[in-house]
């Protein structure tokens, strides 16, 4: 049924994109797009790791994505610089190291725009089985802190002092976020990870009146993207992962259509 | 005092930020079916105390010991992100599933049944504050923390805010901390009065409190005008530093 390599990416894709929707959201809701991104940089260290000890890609991603988060926190707690220059130093600082790690490992040939942007020749069985199993549980655990994290992302004290524990929320979901990282490192690349969380988010945001329609359209708005960016990819022989990417952005344009006309209702 | 009865109890609680006490050695006791209000000037650690009863802040000097999980609370000041988009009725249920009658029925009590289908974006501050209060009582709490709950609200709606409050102390049998500066309702409504300022002022029933000459002091003449209050002894004062000065 997988013989086709295009079939397997359709498949892989389908199943990012029915995890990033809802992710999305909330990396939209809580400001965390560049969180995402450092996590994504961290990602390059993940895989050269994997190489270098014959580990698995993802697991090997997700364990390094989860230690910079820990480090992110750490370093927030211990130094007075401002969140963003700490995201951005880690971001930069272990993209760097992943590179010059790729320098010393001659003995590897490395397809590294492949890994910045994803290369949908490189999915294979174990790539789709890794992407739906993955998916399946970042989905379940992500239903079950739901109520906490959503209340704790519109208000925190409200959240707190009604008995909801929105820091372990916090805390699972930033586990969710190096997750979701490691099973779409391959397909989407690492540089444009954060583009598929967000942009059918956003893309969401202006369609929605609720936080419900919200994530369903944000589901909705990758599976096309996904979908639209795979058959253009083949049919142009461009990247995979910046043909959803684009194809994403076309979405995101046709939806501020809509914000043009609710604006003008409301004038 | 039957113990049994005890919301939440404030042992010589207080809690230092910065270095700077925002508000130390406060004790005091919320019951069920009674209402203890908090007054004091601006910064005079009213919202701090309420927190520190919520268990919102962690690391506090003296002990704090709640004995209900079933909380309602109307913050002071509450920023709602508009990157999410959110109806009444999503913020309804944002911390506990209720009923869609249930809902009703706490929306029409605080008269904003209407704005159910509304973006919480568009509301004014008095329809916000409104639906803020309906959300905490729909879920029918042991334990109500009203911090300024009908700020912006207009008059005639103040008055029967104030008296819905009292009503669901009553029906519901909860326990309310509430803070307010409205005097004439703290005077009328409470069971127990705390006077903050930094600390513990005086304490007691409204009757006794009003009596108080630092009470007198804090409120000035316009308080002394609301109530009959006779003079009694000054024990400390008040520097401009906010230091405390034995006499």
């Known amino acids: 049924m997988f013989d086709d390599f295009f079939i397997r990416a359709l498949v892989a894709g389908i199943g990012i994109a029915l995890v990033t929707g809802p992710l999305g959201c909330f990396v939209v809701w809580r400001r965390l797009s560049y969180f995402g991104d450092t996590l994504a940089h961290s990602a390059l260290l993940g895989v050269t790791m994997a190489y270098s000890f014959d580990l698995n890609i993802a697991l090997s991603v997700f364990i390094i994505s989860s230690a910079i988060a820990l480090i992110l926190i750490q370093l927030q707690k211990k130094t007075n610089l401002p969140g963003d220059a700490l995201l951005g130093l880690l971001a930069h600082s272990s993209l760097a190291v992943g590179l010059v790690v790729i320098g010393f490992l001659t003995f590897i040939r490395f397809d590294i725009m492949g890994l910045l942007f994803g290369d949908i020749l490189a999915v294979n069985t174990n790539d789709i089985f890794t992407i739906w199993a993955g998916g399946t549980i970042i989905l379940i655990v992500l239903k079950l802190i739901w109520k906490p994290l959503f209340a704790s992302t519109v208000n925190y004290e409200l959240a707190e002092a009604e008995g909801l524990n929105p820091d372990r929320a916090k805390a699972i979901f930033t586990i969710l976020m190096a997750a979701v990282i490691a099973i779409s490192i391959k397909m989407v690349g690492l540089l444009l990870i954060t583009g598929m969380l967000i942009i059918p988010a956003a893309m969401a945001r202006n369609i929605s009146d609720s936080p419900q329609k919200m994530v369903f359209y944000s589901i909705i708005g990758g599976l096309l993207s996904v979908i639209i960016g795979l058959y253009s990819s083949l049919e142009f022989n461009t990247s995979s992962g910046p043909s959803i990417i684009v194809a994403a952005l076309a979405l995101f344009i046709l939806s501020l259509l809509n914000i043009k006309q609710s604006i003008k209702l409301k004038n | ?247």
Request: with cysteine; hydrophobic share 35%; proline share 2%.
């Open chain 2, 1 to 247: 005092m039957n113990s049994n009865n005890i919301l939440v109890k404030l042992n010589n609680a207080g809690f230092r930020q910065n270095g700077k006490w925002l508000v130390e050695g406060v004790s005091l006791n919320v019951e069920k079916g009674k209402i203890v209000t908090l007054i004091g000037p601006n910064g005079s650690g009213k919202s701090t105390t309420a927190k520190i009863a919520l268990g919102i802040y962690k690391n506090i000097e003296g002990s704090v010991e709640k004995y209900t999980n079933k909380v309602g609370y109307v913050p002071q000041k509450i920023s709602i992100d508009w990157t999410l988009p959110l109806r009444v009725h999503d913020f309804m249920t944002l911390t506990e599933n209720i009923k869609d009658n249930e809902i009703n029925e706490a929306l029409t009590l605080t008269g904003v049944l209407n704005l159910k289908n509304k973006n919480l974006g568009n509301l004014s501050g008095g329809e916000f504050q409104r639906v803020l209060l309906a959300r905490a009582i729909s879920k029918k709490p042991e334990l109500l923390v009203l911090d300024e709950p009908v700020q912006g609200v207009d008059y005639t709606g103040e008055i029967a805010l104030y008296e819905l409050i009292k009503k669901i102390s009553d029906t519901l049998n909860c326990g309310i901390l509430l803070i307010s500066h409205d005097l004439h309702t703290v005077m009328t409504a409470t069971d127990y009065v705390v006077c903050l300022n930094g600390h513990v002022c005086c304490s007691g029933s409204p009757h006794d409190v009003a009596k108080n000459n630092e009470y007198k002091t804090l409120f000035g003449e316009q308080a002394s005008q609301i109530l009959s209050v006779y003079e009694h002894k000054h024990d400390h004062v008040h520097s401009d530093e906010g230091n405390i000065k034995k006499n």
